[in-house]
């Protein structure tokens, strides 16, 4: 299976900035990038939030459709402190056709080991585990990413070898950031999905503003970028994100509002793929 950029992150983590000294050298600006999202182990209540995807697909047609986003964060003191953590992501449909339906996802820290997607589907009382690699690069509610997109991490320092292309300045939302952009390249003996990727990295606090993916023949498929930032206790998180499929025509807008800590801490029993048609999530606010 081809390793995949994580944009999970982006769209729904658990975000906690830590910056850590000046980076000078592209690998050293890669390192603080992949850790800018950060749990506090001191705080494993979970996160709760609402996304919102709108498609927009060739021909002018588009759907949309609102999600109920669990997170929560475990930390396994067995295993090493570099790769200790194990993401749990649950999302739920609501409303419209897809009502009910649920997408599970659990991520480890620990790149050796495979991130695992489940797909509940009410109208059958089933869930399916996503496994094969046809599975996971099925369409995600319609939109320009795939469940492996979501659910994929991927060593960038591994798979690519990376150099400072240029610094400029973009604007996001009316404002201004100094940025690097950094060029990746695939390294001959890695199989990463795109041969070579563009990053524009915050100077400020190392977030990833924009990537755009290439192929083997430097044609650009897919893009992704911020378009709106907010606060979360304290810590600029994406809040408008933009997703492009360049080569089915396919763009996706995803909005992540009302991102909150939930009354009671989220346990993993909400997580188990063998009780979603169990959840209701107005007992969460919803």
Same mark, same amino acid.
């Given at each position: ?12 983590? $658990?975000?906690?900035? @830590?910056? &850590?000294?000046?980076?000078? =050298? /592209? ?8 850790? *800018? ?19 927009e697909y060739a021909g002018g047609v ?87 997109? $979501?659910?994929?991490? @991927?060593? &960038?320092?591994?798979?690519? =070898? /990376? ?8 604007? *996001?939302?009316g404002e201004s950031f100094d940025v ?32 755009e993916s290439y192929n083997s023949s ?69």
């Open positions: 299976m081809k390793k995949r950029m994580a944009i999970m992150a982006a769209i729904s983590g $658990l975000m906690f900035l @830590s910056v &850590l000294g000046v980076a000078q =050298t /592209a690998d050293e600006i890669i390192d603080q990038m992949e850790n *800018v999202f950060q749990v506090n182990v001191d705080d494993e209540r979970g996160v709760l939030a609402t996304m919102v995807l709108e498609n588009s759907s949309e459709y609102t999600l109920a986003v669990f997170e929560l964060t475990e930390f396994e003191t067995t295993r090493p402190e570099d790769a200790d953590e194990t993401s749990h992501v649950l999302m739920y449909f609501l409303g419209g056709d897809e009502d009910g339906s649920i997408f599970l996802l659990k991520t480890p820290e620990d790149e050796t080991l495979d991130s695992q997607m489940w797909l509940y589907l009410p109208a059958l009382g089933v869930t399916k585990e996503l496994v094969s690699d046809t599975d996971q690069a099925g369409s995600f509610a319609g939109s320009s990413m795939s469940y492996g997109d $979501l659910g994929g991490t @991927s060593d &960038l320092r591994d798979d690519y =070898t /990376a150099t400072i292309l240029r610094e400029e300045t973009m604007d *996001v939302d690097w952009v950094l060029d990746l390249s695939a390294k001959p003996d890695a199989n990463p999905d795109y041969d070579r990727v563009l990053l524009w990295v915050s100077k400020e606090d190392y977030l990833s503003l924009r990537m430097d044609a650009l498929e897919s893009t992704m970028e911020f378009l709106v930032l907010g606060e979360f206790e304290g810590d600029r998180v994406p809040e408008v994100i933009q997703t492009a499929n360049l080569e089915d025509g396919t763009s996706t807008t995803v909005t992540v509002s009302g991102m909150r800590r939930p009354d009671a801490p989220l346990t993993l029993e909400l997580f188990d793929p063998t009780s979603l048609g169990e959840l209701d999530p107005s007992a969460y606010g919803f």
